[in-house]
């Protein structure tokens, strides 16, 4: 008869290790991404206030790049899962590729239901979400470089790719750079954030800001899974600190230069502020003992962009 492989547990799951706690917080906040309310009611917005051609661009340009970001994470996810050994850590990474997936849905939704109709109706040049003009250099290379070091992970399974795989793609793309796009966008499109980031006097777009507070909360957990990763092996003295303060230090850069073109629409100066800031916390968290990841709960807070919680 063939055997089980690992009979070695009761119960099979750890319903008090960190993961399971994860997975079940993303499981009772689940939302979809084919139902957020809102999206007519932005196109109808963005025609009715004669949106110019030049804001029009600048929209797409952001809404591309945040796509194309997300389908960039739903694809590179998979190298972690695959070498991840814990049965309660592998079903948090299954919902996390799963939400990554959401979320890349919801940006292609936006594109179809409201980008491409509101550019038709106003005669604009229409645009694929892919267009190259759309991305920068910065951008490019950190997306690079973040599918190399998950893809390092199928070749050289070690505790120091593992750690250079979540600071590239938990605590920079997920973290810093989704975290200070997200807040941008919530500065620029809602009452919410800071008044210093939005040039333009822009409509609020309650369907826009509806799904990205729904997707800036689902990231507060996946930052919140490579937090408790990254510091357990500090904590363990399984690799220097130094290497993560150099991993991400260096990543600053490429963030910073995503943030810092969007055009005349936004000011990059309270952005790249907001990028370092949120950094500099993140290192603080990671390497000083006496400070604490805060629940889970915390971290999936959002109203007025506090989904941003890991660290502050
Ligand atoms: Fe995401
Ligand atoms: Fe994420």
Same mark, same amino acid.
């Given at each position: =008869?063939?055997?089980?492989?690992?009979?070695?547990?009761?119960?099979?799951?750890?319903?008090?290790?960190?993961? #399971?706690?994860?997975?079940?917080?993303?499981?009772?906040?689940?939302?979809?991404?084919?139902?957020?309310?809102?999206?007519?009611?932005?196109?109808?917005? =963005?025609?009715?206030?004669? =949106?110019?051609?030049?804001?029009?661009?600048?929209?797409?340009?952001?809404?591309?790049?945040?796509?194309?970001?997300?389908?960039?994470?739903?694809?590179?996810?998979?190298?972690?899962?695959?070498?991840?050994?814990?049965?309660?850590?592998?079903?948090?990474?299954?919902?996390?590729?799963?939400?990554?997936?959401?979320?890349?849905?919801?940006?292609?939704?936006?594109?179809? +239901?409201?980008?491409?109709? %509101?550019?038709?109706?106003?005669?604009?040049?229409?645009?694929?979400?892919?267009? #190259?003009?759309?991305?920068?250099?910065?951008?490019?290379?950190?997306?690079?470089?973040?599918?190399?070091?998950?893809?390092?992970?199928?070749?050289?399974?070690?505790?120091?790719?593992?750690?250079?795989?979540?600071?590239?793609?938990?605590?920079?793309? +997920?973290?810093?750079?989704? #975290?200070?796009?997200?807040?941008?966008?919530?500065?620029?499109?809602?009452?919410?954030?800071?008044?210093?980031?939005?040039?333009?006097?822009?409509?609020?777009?309650?369907?826009?800001?509806?799904?990205?507070?729904?997707?800036?909360?689902?990231?507060?957990?996946? %930052?919140?899974?490579?937090?408790?990763?990254?510091?357990?092996?500090? #904590?363990?003295?399984?690799?220097?600190?130094?290497?993560?303060?150099?991993?991400?230090?260096?990543?600053?850069?490429?963030?910073?230069?995503?943030?810092? *073109?969007?055009?005349?629409?936004?000011?990059?100066?309270?952005?790249?502020?907001?990028?370092?800031?949120?950094?500099?916390?993140?290192?603080?968290?990671?390497?000083?003992?006496?400070?604490?990841?805060?629940?889970? +709960?915390?971290?999936?807070?959002?109203?007025?962009?506090?989904? *941003?919680?890991?660290?502050?």
């Amino acid at each position: =008869m063939t055997q089980i492989e690992d009979d070695s547990r009761e119960m099979r799951l750890d319903p008090d290790s960190f993961a #399971q706690g994860y997975f079940k917080n993303a499981v009772y906040r689940h939302w979809d991404p084919y139902d957020i309310p809102g999206l007519d009611e932005d196109r109808e917005k =963005m025609i009715a206030n004669g =949106m110019t051609e030049d804001e029009y661009y600048e929209l797409c340009t952001s809404i591309s790049r945040f796509g194309a970001g997300e389908e960039a994470v739903t694809e590179d996810l998979m190298p972690l899962a695959l070498v991840l050994d814990d049965i309660n850590d592998q079903m948090f990474i299954s919902s996390q590729i799963y939400e990554e997936a959401k979320h890349t849905q919801f940006f292609d939704r936006y594109w179809r +239901e409201v980008l491409n109709p %509101v550019g038709e109706k106003l005669g604009f040049e229409t645009y694929a979400p892919t267009a #190259q003009h759309f991305f920068n250099d910065e951008y490019i290379t950190l997306f690079d470089k973040t599918e190399a070091a998950m893809e390092r992970l199928l070749v050289e399974d070690t505790v120091e790719t593992r750690v250079k795989a979540y600071c590239h793609y938990h605590l920079t793309v +997920e973290s810093v750079l989704a #975290q200070t796009g997200y807040y941008g966008f919530q500065s620029a499109f809602s009452d919410h954030g800071g008044d210093d980031v939005a040039f333009r006097d822009w409509p609020n777009l309650t369907g826009l800001v509806e799904g990205i507070g729904k997707i800036r909360s689902d990231e507060g957990r996946h %930052v919140g899974f490579g937090m408790h990763k990254v510091r357990g092996y500090i #904590q363990r003295g399984e690799v220097e600190e130094a290497i993560v303060q150099e991993t991400l230090q260096e990543l600053l850069p490429y963030v910073a230069g995503t943030v810092s *073109d969007f055009g005349d629409a936004v000011n990059p100066g309270p952005l790249v502020t907001y990028a370092s800031d949120k950094l500099t916390r993140r290192i603080e968290i990671l390497t000083n003992e006496n400070a604490e990841i805060p629940p889970v +709960e915390e971290l999936v807070k959002i109203g007025g962009g506090e989904a *941003d919680t890991v660290g502050d």
